[in-house]
């Protein structure tokens, strides 16, 4: 098949990098593949490395949607596009009408947990202008079905899946990167990887990195993203007198390398309706790291709870706290949940299944279509 992947953000989070690894799976499982994002975009430089074709597009506002559509109209027609398969809310309304009338098919992935109708151009496009929609997990899947009237046949379950790298690779990673970070042996590192943003729940990390830093004096926290409430979130650190047990690093592109320095990955996401199946858990379960983080969205599928990790409330950073503590204690435990968490990983959430699942959906519905 000839694939376009579209999505029309000017960030790079977890939707993102689905969009590059799909690529990079589909690709070798003998499809052609492109990928679309805004010029200059860190997606399309990725997909570059990756030997995956790009299409840049100058994706914009609402106003742009029929000049985009036609762009991408073009694109479909000039590489005989099979499947266009959209990821974001933008680009979802530009492939649905560029694949109208040809013979094309539309995909839609979905990666939050709320609706996609929000007036009447989206009515018409998740009907008419749909062929299927892909979702992370059934929380989303359920939101579709329940607040949008998708009929269930149109609907389909992908976990999104990812690679890992082996253990001696990991563990050159984590030497190196604890090293540049001035982190002593002995210290155990709590992570987070998430933008800065409101539904992600980070000042109630920062509540329980408190209590936490009251009862043990060997954890120290790292939380990589940026975002609008970096500012904000610092302020409160210093005001919770943890400003040095909380190092902030940023947005990192080099995540591979950052995630084998934690001990204990905590995620801390409120209950929104936007947080489904975040790849940053994902990406600590190939890193064989036990997981603390709230029962939001479909991140209850993503731990087995007492044996891979810790499910708690959102917005209750003194449950989360005593679920850290309980690890961060007891090193053998760390290192039970951990194998608990690669096992896993390596059962249902590798990159190469989600492609051929996924590829699963693209035959079904061309098949519907004949």
């Not at 994706?59 to 991408?72: E, I, K, N, P, Q």
């Not at 990673?173 to 998430?194: K, W, Y």
């Amino acid at each position: 098949m000839n694939v376009l992947l579209t999505n029309a953000t000017d960030i790079f989070a977890g939707g993102e990098d689905y969009v590059l690894i799909l690529g990079r799976y589909l690709a070798r499982r003998g499809h052609t593949v492109w990928v679309s994002a805004r010029p200059g975009h860190l997606l399309l430089r990725k997909c570059e490395e990756a030997s995956l074709p790009v299409v840049p597009v100058e994706y914009g506002d609402m106003a742009r949607v029929f000049t985009v559509s036609r762009v991408l109209r073009r694109a479909i027609r000039d590489r005989s596009i099979t499947i266009v398969h959209s990821n974001a809310n933008y680009d979802r309304t530009c492939a649905a009408l560029a694949a109208a009338f040809t013979r094309t098919r539309h995909v839609a992935g979905i990666h939050s947990t709320h609706s996609i109708r929000h007036n009447i151009t989206h009515a018409l496009r998740n009907r008419y202008g749909t062929s299927h929609f892909i979702t992370d997990a059934d929380a989303g899947r359920n939101v579709l079905l329940r607040e949008d009237g998708i009929p269930p046949e149109k609907v389909t379950t992908v976990p999104i899946g990812i690679e890992s790298d082996p253990d001696d690779v990991r563990a050159g990673f984590r030497s190196r990167t604890r090293s540049a970070l001035g982190i002593e042996d002995g210290t155990v590192v709590v992570g987070n990887v998430a933008r800065l943003v409101p539904f992600k729940g980070h000042r109630f990390l920062l509540e329980a990195a408190a209590q936490v830093a009251q009862e043990v004096k060997n954890a120290v926290f790292l939380i990589a993203g940026d975002g609008e409430l970096e500012g904000e979130l610092r302020a409160q650190a210093d005001s919770l007198g943890i400003a040095d047990r909380v190092r902030f690093l940023g947005f990192r592109d080099n995540l591979e390398e950052v995630y084998p320095a934690f001990d204990i990955y905590c995620h801390s996401s409120i209950d929104l309706a936007s947080e489904m199946f975040p790849i940053a858990i994902l990406r600590a379960l190939a890193s064989a790291l036990p997981v603390v983080s709230t029962d939001v969205g479909g991140i209850a599928a993503m731990i087995d709870e007492g044996v891979s990790g810790r499910l708690t409330p959102a917005e209750d950073p003194a449950a989360l706290a005593r679920a850290l503590l309980g690890l961060i204690r007891e090193a053998p435990k760390r290192a039970a949940f951990g194998r608990a968490s690669f096992a896993l990983f390596e059962r249902k959430y590798h990159a190469s299944a989600m492609a051929e699942n996924v590829e699963r959906v693209y035959r079904h519905i061309l098949e519907d279509a004949r």
